[in-house]
T-cell receptor
């Protein structure tokens, strides 16, 4: 069965600083991987996804993520964080090599200091 | 992307009662999913709502507690039955679009007293 690990429960960065959120997955084949963001009181918004092709994927709001098969990782990055990026970030993997039946990591809460 | 709405957005219910949550999509989708997000936790898949057949439940979730309907390709309901305070959660509807992406509704925040 697939699983997702987000090692960092809580991260604090200064506005304008770079950001990297870690995600490690366990899946036998090429996974369907996603990053979602959940702002307080809001639903989940898709930031980006990967399931084939270029291992560096660009998403919305200036985010990018790099798929590294050798490390079973799909880390999310942003070169310069804005105060509005403060939210909960979830990494997810799709079951059976699809976007169905997602398994989510435990999430990383991002705090941005001014 | 699919536009998904859920009703109600939030509710406060008494122990032992049931609540039905609705999920409406603006386009026809094959697969709809129901997730639970307990306070401070991640999302856990409850079941897959299949049109024309019974829902498929994940381990730890049963039909008697979470009956699901899927009458057509744009609508589904999840009922939380015989509620207890442990059922206090956010319940989210997800749909898989034709672009290998799952989108989510805004969620229903349920508090059980």
């Amino acid at each position: 069965a697939q699983s997702v690990t987000q090692p960092d429960i809580h991260i604090t960065v200064s506005e304008g600083a770079s950001l990297e959120l870690r995600c490690n997955y366990s899946y036998g084949a090429t996974p369907y991987l996603f990053w979602y963001v959940q702002s307080p009181g809001q639903g989940l918004q898709l930031l980006l996804k990967y399931f084939s092709g270029d291992t560096l994927v660009q998403g919305i709001k200036g985010f990018e993520a790099e798929f590294k098969r050798s490390q079973s990782s799909f880390n999310l990055r942003k070169p310069s964080v804005h105060w509005s990026d403060a939210a909960e970030y979830f990494c997810a993997v799709g079951r059976g090599g699809t976007a169905s039946k997602l398994t989510f990591g435990t999430g990383t809460r991002l705090q941005v200091t001014l | 992307s699919a536009v998904i709405s859920q009703k109600p957005s939030r509710d406060i219910c008494q122990r032992g009662t049931s609540l039905t949550i609705q999920c409406q999509v603006d386009s026809q989708v094959t697969m709809m999913f129901w997730y639970r997000q307990q306070p401070g936790q991640s999302l856990t898949l409850i079941a897959t709502a299949n049109q024309g057949s019974e829902a498929t439940y994940e381990s730890g979730f049963v039909i008697d507690k979470f009956p699901i309907s899927r009458p057509n390709l744009t609508f589904s309901t999840l009922t939380v039955s015989n509620m207890s305070p442990e059922d206090s959660s956010i319940y989210l509807c997800g749909v898989e679009s034709g672009t290998d992406t799952q989108y989510f509704g805004p969620g229903t925040r349920l508090t059980v007293l």
